[in-house]
């Protein structure tokens, strides 16, 4: 993922957001944070990996929109604390429970500890979790692109 590539493209849609909204000057890491849990929590849902009782273990259609919303709070919140690049170090092979179980303590300390160590973490796992979730880089810069400008639309209708 080329997050000085996005970094700009997320910088423009907060930027529109807040002076539409009139939250210029405002803290929101927590109000990102609590969005991007959610975010997470709402792919999770749709990948299904964890529904160890179900027998339908079939990804929904909508999880990679769902793990896209979570790089735009990822990338949001990173912009917030002036984390420009990444470089991708693999986390390694994890069960994608405890990935996920990992980069919900990572999220969780965000608000407090502002720290590039913390971002750079969660971005390595929200990788490594598109990976486990089948999807490739360029998929997901596509996908994360398209959702971009459904953001900036839906702002153009009042969202």
Known sequence: MDLSKLAPIQKELDDRILKEHGLKGQELIKKKTVALLTELYECVNDARFF???????AKKATTLEEYVDTMHFAI???NDVGYAEHEYIDPGHM??????????????????????????????FLIKLGELLGYDQAE?????????????TRQDDGY
């Open 76 to 78: 949001s919140i990173a």
């Open 140 to 152: 997901i810069e596509a996908a994360y692109l398209e959702k971009n400008k459904e953001n900036h």
């Open 95 to 124: 069960d994608v429970n405890d990935l996920v179980i990992g980069l919900t303590n990572v999220i969780t300390l965000l608000p407090e500890n502002k720290i590039h160590r913390h971002v750079g973490l969660m971005f390595n």
């Open 51 to 57: 529904k160890y009782w179900s027998s339908n273990q």
